[in-house]
């Protein structure tokens, strides 16, 4: 068990408000990244951090800003939402559980719809 | 850029019996990481079994087992004796090597269902 929550897990909102999804860990794990998930397109990289205040963008950054203050949180926000950001998103951090160093482990992901 | 297929969106197995899932990837690196993750129902993403390219010997995970073709950039995922608790989706995902928190790129996804 990596030990990752997210919130909401499920949330629906209208076009043109803001949204912020939120990750927390509990073992202060360096490496934390938001994917989306699309039918058709397997899971893309969003934006992802290796520490904090240090973040990086990945291939579908627009329209996507995060955060990330204390190692344990990682914010992702929807600026202002649309119906093509409607999906499902999962926070993951990178461990070495079981043997396996520097392997990504997902939170429960986030059902978002964007009316 | 590097890119992973998964050529099949279904399969379907019997109860007992094995299954392949095919993956193919695109890299010019010579290091790197082969992973399989499974997502029932439940959404929740499992890890299943990771390959490092520097290791000929193929991984294995209890009944799940990988036929790694590095030259052919291949990479299998077979499930022995197939449960009812194995359907699900299973997604095939490359990491470099040389970046600790490189990022996951993932194929398409595979389907799977198991009849009874």
């Known amino acids: 068990d990596a030990g990752i929550t997210q919130s909401p897990r499920h949330k629906v909102t209208e076009t043109g408000t803001p949204v912020t999804l939120r990750c927390h860990q509990t073992?202060?794990?360096?490496?934390m990244y938001w994917y989306r998930q699309d039918p058709g397109h397997g899971l893309r990289l969003i934006h992802y951090?290796?520490?904090?205040?240090?973040?990086d963008k990945g291939e579908v950054s627009d329209g996507y800003s995060v955060s990330r203050s204390k190692t344990e949180d990682f914010l992702l926000t929807l600026e202002s939402a649309t119906s093509s950001q409607t999906s499902v998103y999962f926070c993951a951090i990178s461990a070495s559980l079981a043997g396996l160093t520097d392997t990504q482990y997902f939170g429960p992901g986030t059902r978002l719809t964007v009316l | 850029a590097q890119t992973v297929t998964q050529s099949q969106p279904e399969m379907s197995v019997q109860e007992a019996e094995t299954v392949t899932l095919s993956c193919t990837y695109d890299t010019s690196e010579s290091d790197y990481y082969l992973f399989w993750y499974k997502q029932p129902p439940s959404r929740q993403m499992i890890l299943v079994i990771r390959q490092e390219a520097y290791k000929q010997q193929n991984a294995t995970e209890n009944r799940f087992s990988v036929n790694f073709q590095k030259a052919a950039k291949s990479f299998s995922l077979k499930i022995s004796d197939s449960q009812l608790g194995d359907a699900a989706m299973y997604f095939c995902a490359y990491r470099t090597f040389y970046n600790q928190g490189g990022k996951l790129i993932f194929g398409q996804g595979t389907e799977l269902s198991v009849k009874p």
């Open positions: 073992e202060n794990h360096r490496y």
């Open positions: 951090s290796y520490g904090v205040k240090d973040t």
